[in-house]
């Protein structure tokens, strides 16, 4: 791909007048009523500065490529397995030709051709590199540098874009434009030497009682290691294979990068059959794994080490996805400028070969989000879970919305310019075709008050989960927290795992770690230790699983049945018997999982 530079104006502005855009009514396409709260205009955006333009195309297809997803996830439906080809997915993704004419014509008016556009695989995004200068020609805006009053951080945005009435149909948004979303890792690192530690229950070197009914080191209430997770939820006798093409995937974004020497000390420490193996390493969009230890990534770390750790011998593969262009050396420097997630989904479909389960422990919430894009986004979840891939996402760190049951500062404001205080769920956990996950503390477990859980106010509950969130709601007292839920929307998380106290390797040293980041390698790792033994049975992999999770799997759950998660000013939803807005069905019972999937299809 050519990059386009300010010299090509001229040439555009003589092309402008002998095609038919000319006469073209320009309309907003998306517009926002301004940056969210931390966000503040900066200065104008340079016009030298080069933009990365992502153009999502419209996907007709997609209701059928849904129904095929709603099919092969059900283990009661004849099609159960029979999950679509790279190639079948792709016809199913792919836009109309004459969207594909129409845009590339609109391109060609402003002086690109084929020459200077990327594709991606099912020609449903288009990626162009474009000066500021002329992105706001092509967009009729104009782009201002946004700081980040907390972090610094400053990214090249408008609120509002426009695009000749002709492209509405054929164009489903393009970004960076009004997107501010951050994506955060939802981990925190904890520092024992300046906190208590919980008091473990029971004897010096004695035992407690797992939800399995099995005995589970009494020192893992204050310390997660690999063998507490696989005493606690009941996978200590299961050995995977590294032989069946089973493998697990786990992404890094923002720079996270997997410091290699840290894995090895884990392995070390925890698993020593493991010291000396390794993983597979898939660049994306220029990401780096810089492996000196001031580089080191706490999230990435936490995921590989646990995630590859309790998976062992199974293959896995690190994602490292940039999300960093060109920067201008001067004073503005906008930096982190666009989105993961288009990126890693447009490279990992446009593979044959994918991991059966992938683990992701970024997010953020989701109004941050532009409606259109987190459609999209969503949709290609949907792409892969119908090729048979199991997508596992952390629900986030901030209870129902900011972790602060005062009302008097809590921060949960709407960004719809009405500014009304409001629960705020995460994306990409609120998307209906990828499996989130919450996240317990403490032995027994109970609810972490930080697990985010809650209703989407983007996307309709699906099927699926109707009957188990309809119980739960009719056990509210008739207006609770009216006004601040979408009571109809996607409800989420779906399951949990420990998600604190998780003793990983950082620099060199040994780092307690907490978040539903724990959580989300944690339950992935499972259910790829599953996928391993229905493989092994000459079985196909899960794939999408919260139609299994609802109808069959909750039965081979650990139901958590305290805690609560607060915010926004109140106590948040509580943890009950069944599904709940805190843990989702609960946490894994290996065993009794692994005899499920075994006796399905």
């Known amino acids: 791909m050519k990059l386009v530079t300010l010299l090509l104006l001229p040439f555009v502005a003589t092309l402008?007048?002998?095609?038919?855009?000319?006469?073209?009514?320009?309309?907003?396409?998306?517009?926002?009523?301004?940056?969210?709260?931390?966000?503040?205009?900066?200065?104008?955006?340079?016009k030298d500065h080069m933009l990365e333009l992502k153009i999502a195309l419209p996907q007709p297809k997609f209701p059928e490529?849904?129904?095929h997803l709603w099919e092969i996830s059900d283990p009661s439906h004849a099609r159960y397995g029979a999950y679509l080809s790279k190639q079948e997915t792709e016809v199913l993704m792919s836009p109309y030709p004459e969207?594909?004419?129409?845009?590339?014509?609109?391109?060609?008016?402003?002086?690109?051709?084929?020459?200077?556009?990327?594709?991606?695989?099912?020609?449903?995004?288009?990626?162009?590199?474009?000066?500021?200068?002329?992105?706001?020609?092509?967009?009729?805006?104009?782009?201002?540098?946004?700081?980040?009053?907390?972090t610094g951080e400053s990214i090249v945005r408008t609120t509002s874009y426009s695009l000749p009435d002709i492209l509405h149909h054929h164009v489903d948004f393009i970004q960076p434009t009004t997107m501010f979303a951050r994506f955060k890792a939802f981990k925190s690192t904890m520092h024992w030497a300046n906190q208590a530690q919980p008091a473990v229950s029971g004897p010096p070197g004695g035992t407690i009682t797992g939800p399995a009914g099995n005995p589970v080191d009494a020192s893992c209430n204050?310390?997660?290691?690999?063998?507490?997770?696989?005493?606690?939820?009941?996978?200590?006798?299961?050995?995977?294979?590294?032989?069946n093409c089973n493998k697990l995937g786990i992404t890094g974004f923002l720079g996270q990068n997997a410091n290699n020497k840290d894995l090895q000390r884990f392995y070390q420490d925890q698993i020593p059959s493991a010291y000396g193996s390794k993983y597979t390493l898939v660049s994306i969009n220029g990401g780096k794994n810089n492996q000196s230890y001031e580089a080191a990534g706490s999230e990435a770390n936490l995921d590989t080490q646990f995630g590859f750790g309790l998976t062992w011998p199974t293959p896995g593969t690190f994602y490292t996805t940039g999300g960093e262009p060109l920067y201008i050396p001067d004073l503005v420097t906008p930096n982190n400028t666009n989105e993961p997630y288009s990126y890693w989904l447009e490279h990992v479909l446009s593979q044959d070969d994918i991991p059966q389960t992938i683990s992701t422990?970024?997010?953020?919430?989701?109004?941050?989000?532009?409606?259109?894009?987190?459609?999209?986004?969503?949709?290609?979840?949907?792409?892969?879970?119908?090729?048979?891939?199991?997508?596992?996402?952390?629900?986030g760190d901030n209870g129902v919305g900011d972790t602060d049951s005062n009302p008097a500062t809590q921060i949960c404001k709407s960004n719809?310019?009405?500014?009304?205080?409001?629960?705020?769920?995460?994306?990409?956990?609120?998307?209906?075709?990828?499996?989130?996950?919450?996240g317990t503390v403490s032995i027994p477990e109970t609810a972490a008050s930080f697990s985010t859980g809650g209703f989407s106010n983007y996307f309709a509950r699906p099927a699926y989960q109707e009957a188990a969130v309809s119980v739960y709601l009719a056990m509210l007292a008739p207006g609770t927290y009216e006004g601040l839920y979408n009571h109809t929307g996607r409800a989420f998380p779906d399951v949990a795992a420990q998600s604190e106290y998780f003793s990983t390797v950082y620099r060199g040293q040994k780092t307690p770690a907490a978040g539903t980041s724990c959580a989300a390698p944690t339950f992935a790792a499972f259910v790829s230790m599953l996928n391993d033994a229905r493989i092994n049975a000459q079985k196909t992999p899960l794939g999408f699983l919260n139609p299994f999770l609802y109808s069959t799997g909750y039965t081979a759950l650990n139901d958590i049945t305290n805690g609560n998660n607060p915010g926004c000013g109140t106590l948040g939803f509580n943890a009950?018997?069944?599904?709940?807005?805190?843990?989702?069905?609960?946490?894994?019972?290996?065993?009794?999982?692994?005899?499920?999937?075994?006796?399905?299809?």
């Open 16 to 46: 402008a007048s002998a095609v038919p855009f000319k006469g073209c009514h320009q309309k907003v396409k998306e517009s926002i009523h301004g940056p969210p709260s931390d966000w503040y205009k900066h200065a104008p955006a340079p």
């Open 65 to 67: 490529l849904e129904q």
């Open 99 to 150: 969207t594909l004419d129409v845009v590339s014509e609109w391109l060609a008016l402003h002086g690109l051709t084929e020459e200077h556009v990327i594709r991606s695989s099912a020609r449903d995004w288009v990626t162009i590199r474009v000066p500021v200068g002329l992105a706001e020609e092509m967009l009729d805006t104009t782009y201002h540098v946004y700081k980040h009053a907390e």
């Open 222 to 243: 204050s310390t997660i290691t690999l063998s507490c997770l696989r005493q606690l939820y009941n996978a200590e006798n299961y050995n995977t294979t590294a032989t």
């Open 361 to 395: 422990s970024y997010g953020d919430d989701e109004q941050t989000v532009p409606y259109a894009y987190a459609i999209r986004v969503c949709a290609g979840m949907a792409a892969l879970g119908a090729r048979g891939v199991s997508l596992l996402f952390s629900s």
């Open 416 to 438: 719809d310019g009405r500014n009304v205080t409001k629960f705020l769920p995460t994306f990409p956990a609120s998307c209906p075709y990828v499996t989130s996950v919450g």
């Open 576 to 601: 009950t018997v069944g599904w709940d807005p805190v843990t989702g069905y609960g946490t894994p019972n290996f065993e009794k999982l692994k005899d499920l999937v075994l006796a399905m299809p």
